[in-house]
Nanobody, 119 residues
Framework: QVQLVESGGGLVQPGGSLRLSCAAS????????MGWYRQAPGKQRELVAAFTSGGSTNYAGSVKGRFTISRDNAKNTVYLQMNSLKPEDTAVYYC?????????????WGQGTQVTVSS
């Protein structure tokens, strides 16, 4: 089992910034993929930004140039720096962590953290 603890959500004005953190602990193998998803009311959960197991990054088109995903491997922590926030970024943000043992993937989700962008 892997436990994920998210932090950093909150209320911010348009144009502001927030930094989300997701700390993983437990049975983490050496090959991992991790990232952030979000779900707005009435909408499906969508990818925001992620690291693949090979270390490359993927971003949703709507956040490119505004959001940056980073990680600290020593701390098993992934971050999402969100700048120039817009009201449409309002959603519950979820951390996802996949850890691989051979060909078996173990997939975990955080509890979610609310991000509200409003004046």
């Amino acid at each position: 089992q892997v436990q994920l603890v998210e932090s950093g959500g909150g209320l911010v004005q348009p144009g502001g910034s927030l930094r989300l953190s997701c700390a993983a602990s437990g049975s983490i193998f050496s090959i991992n993929a991790m990232g952030w998803y979000r779900q707005a009311p009435g909408k499906q959960r969508e990818l925001v930004a992620a690291f693949t197991s090979g270390g490359s990054t993927n971003y949703a088109g709507s956040v490119k140039g505004r959001f940056t995903i980073s990680r600290d491997n020593a701390k098993n922590t992934v971050y999402l720096q969100m700048n120039s926030l817009k009201p449409e970024d309002t959603a519950v943000y979820y951390c996802n962590w996949a850890t691989f043992s051979g060909k078996v993937e173990y997939d975990y989700w955080g509890q979610g953290t609310q991000v509200t962008v409003s004046s």
